[in-house]
């Protein structure tokens, strides 16, 4: 599967007075399926996980780029990890288009499976952009997945870590410029 199979079409960052909304589209050119490695968890405190469909993780980075993610992330190289966080995956057929959104409340704060240490936010009026990556695996046979349902009885399914971290691949988008002023 040729990267020119797989498009991201992102729409311009919508502002509320909580949250900044990016809206996006794949569409699946290729003659194959692909599966979005997208599907991210909120986790309670006893340690139960629920699919958060409008989830995203955060990178703020230095010059006030913010990188917001749905894919699998690369483990940290100083950082011990058991048991890898493997986002759950969605299908999405030869010839098909999927909607997402992903909603980022404010202030920005940096989201990762990874995180060690106290939430580092940054102030709406820091940020001068957003790019938006989205991770996917074309379809083969040999890849491995496994049904599972999340804490509410939703059911999903997710790949193999070492498979999905050697066959992903990444849309990314152009930076996007954030509004100023919140929508009414």
Do not use: C, I
Request: hydrophobic letters at 40%.
């Amino acid at each position: 599967m040729a990267e020119a199979d797989v498009e991201l079409k992102v729409k311009p960052v919508e502002r509320t007075a909580e949250a900044l909304v990016l809206s996006y589209e794949v569409h699946n050119r290729g003659a194959r399926a692909l599966w979005l490695v997208e599907g991210l968890y909120d986790e309670s405190p006893s340690g139960q996980r629920t699919l958060a469909p409008e989830k995203a993780y955060v990178a703020l980075g230095g010059g006030g780029e913010v990188v917001v993610s749905r894919m699998l992330l690369p483990l940290p190289e100083n950082l011990l990890v058991e048991a890898p966080e493997v986002p759950a995956v969605h299908r999405v057929d030869a010839g098909q288009t999927v909607r997402r959104r992903v909603v980022l409340p404010l202030p920005l704060t940096a989201v990762s499976p990874y995180d060690t240490g106290p939430a580092e936010t940054l102030p709406l009026d820091a940020v001068k952009a957003l790019r938006l990556r989205v991770g996917y695996v074309p379809d083969a046979p040999e890849l491995k997945r496994h049904a599972a349902r999340d804490s509410q009885g939703t059911a999903y399914v997710v790949p193999e870590f070492g498979q999905t971290r050697t066959a992903q691949r990444v849309l990314e988008s152009a930076p996007l410029p954030v509004p100023t002023g919140a929508a009414k």
